[in-house]
């Protein structure tokens, strides 16, 4: 009896160190959330009017730029996915990943090759286990992207796009999957296609009502080095809401982790209060039958 008393304090003991730590996860991420929603909030204007300014572009000028033709039988695509570096993110991760293969299914079956693009180790982990290596990978950075890292991965994809079609690791096609952050409570993983380019008009603005805008020396020469930006502006705002969403998926799986931490030191103390209260039982039995034993004798 003893015994199993030591045994259970041992485990309370375990468990409550065990919460302090997910505790603390949970404080950091809460406040990480702040932070990450400030970023997003904060970068927000740049990408609608870069957004409204190729639209306006775009909509009023008939560019022939490889940035936004579409390709005659495409038949590779490349597929940037992000991911966290750490784990204790509950699903987020996972359902990036899983998003992921249910696109690389969808392109395979309009007979398309995919070529694998990571940020996040746990993507490259996923990726790599399963004998598909990504082309290229980025890490250290998804709690807190900057617009260098979006650049840097951005550069690689608009490269390979550009390329010959003869060359190694030329593409026909680029999308994205990353974490939308629509609350702290809701985050949703998506799947876009970057180019050929779609342009999207985040603002209410009906196209006709965008502003006319003359262009020196040209539509396509102001063009050509504005698309790039472009692509680094989805880029980044993807990292940043995919940053938000990892925090948040944190603080919720901390926070879950963290109560079922309470339930279980509540659960073994009540197992620990009834082995000590069955041990005193059984020794005030033994003195009882021993003094009976006395007196009898």
Do not use: C, W
């Amino acid at each position: 009896m003893a015994g199993q008393i030591r045994v259970l304090r041992r485990r309370i003991r375990s468990v409550s160190s065990t919460k302090k730590i997910t505790r603390a996860m949970e404080l950091i991420a809460a406040s990480r959330i702040v932070k990450a929603q400030q970023r997003v909030e904060e970068s927000r204007p740049y990408a609608e009017e870069i957004t409204r300014v190729v639209t306006a572009m775009a909509s009023s000028a008939d560019l022939d730029s490889p940035l936004t033709t579409e390709r005659e039988n495409p038949t590779r695509a490349a597929l940037l996915v992000i991911t966290s570096d750490r784990g204790l993110a509950g699903a987020y991760s996972s359902s990036a990943l899983k998003t992921a293969e249910e696109l690389i299914v969808r392109l395979r079956e309009e007979g398309k090759e995919t070529d694998v693009y990571a940020i996040g180790r746990k993507a490259v982990t996923y990726f790599t286990f399963r004998g598909r290596p990504p082309v290229a990978s980025y890490t250290g950075f998804s709690e807190q992207p900057t617009y260098a890292d979006a650049k840097r991965a951005a550069d690689a994809l608009i490269g390979s796009f550009l390329a010959e079609p003869d060359e190694d690791g030329a593409v026909d096609e680029i999308h994205l999957v990353y974490t939308e952050f629509v609350s702290a409570l809701s985050q949703v993983p998506r799947a876009v296609r970057v180019l050929p380019l779609v342009i999207e008009e985040s603002t209410e603005e009906r196209p006709e009502s965008l502003p006319s805008f003359e262009f020196e020396p040209g539509a396509e020469a102001v063009l050509e080095p504005l698309l790039p930006r472009y692509v680094e502006a989805r880029l980044f705002a993807a990292l940043l809401q995919s940053a938000a969403s990892e925090s948040a998926s944190r603080r919720r799986a901390m926070k879950a982790a963290t109560d079922n931490a309470d339930e279980l030191i509540k659960s073994l103390t009540r197992a620990m209060n009834s082995a000590r209260q069955a041990a005193i039982t059984q020794e005030i039995s033994e003195i009882v039958g021993g003094a009976d034993a006395l007196a009898n004798a």
